[in-house]
């Protein structure tokens, strides 16, 4: 809705424009109230003009397009911002419904020549593109008749709208219009057109999807196989442990096992010349003691084979 916001420019109209009463002069206003609203109106039809064409300049972003009212959306989508919005009056009718100078409520009636540009919808067949429709610019032009109601105070060229709702019935007139136009001029061959490129853009996705599924797949291949090879390195790495910690225990065990053969023989050695020994001290006794010589030769030669026996015993 078109308030305060609107005073500028309509002061500024009010300054470039006399009077303008010659419109429609086949109904003329009965009151002075009707003549001053119909000429207030006839200014702020003038001061809507460029501020639609600013509102559709600025209405591309997401903040003007809200800013515009429920309607933004389809008016920044169905009329093309490439061309010119203008609006022609043709015939204009008030009548005051409330109020007193200098403030008044005025209802108008106006019929009006709207000429714009539309965005007309055609196929999208560039194959590199992920559009299905793209727009372009074609002059239309609107004849309708508009009835709304406005309040403003003041008189002559210094006059403050305080409500009105002719910015928003442009706006929506205006969409509706270039909506029911593009949606008229879209053909069958150009609804197949539009379906075979959304087929097209399906299939892509589609295999789009599939290819980032595979190489998803791939990478997950790739890092179970890398952990796989991790494990079983760990595992040989402790294998290896297992087998190296099992050869030194076996060396240790056969290094105490011959230690301990190798003291038990010695033991051994060591309790035969011992026994030896004794055995040699008796046999050197006993030839002591003899006295015939047969006897003693036969000592002897028993001392002889216990000191033999003894020095092997010794160099083993």
Do not use: W
């Not at 789009?208 to 179970?224: K, L, M, Y």
């Amino acid at each position: 809705m078109i308030k305060r916001s609107a005073v500028n420019l309509l002061q500024m109209a009010a300054v470039a424009i006399p009077t303008l009463l010659s419109l429609g002069t086949s109904a003329p206003a009965q009151t002075l109230g009707d003549l001053e609203c119909r000429r207030v109106s006839i200014l702020e039809f003038e001061a809507s003009v460029p501020l639609l064409n600013e509102l559709r300049s600025v209405a591309n972003n997401p903040v003007g397009m809200l800013a515009i009212g429920t309607f933004g959306p389809a008016f920044v989508t169905e009329v093309s911002a490439e061309g010119t919005i203008a609006v022609e009056l043709e015939e204009v009718r008030a009548i005051q419904i409330g109020g007193t100078a200098p403030q008044r409520a005025c209802r108008i009636r106006a019929r009006v020549k709207i000429t714009y540009s539309r965005a007309a919808m055609e196929p999208d067949t560039r194959l590199h593109t992920t559009t299905t429709i793209i727009r372009r610019p074609v002059s239309a032009t609107l004849v309708t008749e508009l009835a709304y109601d406005m309040t403003f105070a003041g008189a002559g060229d210094n006059v403050e709208l305080l409500e009105t709702e002719l910015g928003d019935l442009l706006i929506q007139t205006l969409a509706l219009d270039a909506k029911a136009k593009n949606e008229g001029a879209v053909t069958r061959e150009m609804h197949q057109a539009i379906a075979q490129k959304e087929a097209l853009i399906r299939g892509r996705q589609m295999e789009a999807d599939r290819a980032e599924f595979e190489a998803r797949e791939a990478e997950n291949r790739r890092v179970r196989e890398l952990n796989r090879d991790r494990e079983e390195q760990r595992q040989r790495q402790e294998q290896a442990a297992r087998d190296r910690a099992n050869q030194q225990f076996a060396e240790e065990a056969r290094r105490r096992d011959s230690e301990r053969r190798e003291a038990e023989k010695s033991q051994e050695r060591a309790h035969r010349l011992e026994r030896l020994r004794g055995y040699l001290a008796n046999a050197e006794a006993r030839l002591s003691r003899l006295t015939r010589p047969n006897e003693r030769a036969d000592q002897e030669r028993r001392v002889d084979e216990i000191r033999a026996q003894i020095a092997i015993e010794e160099t083993r």
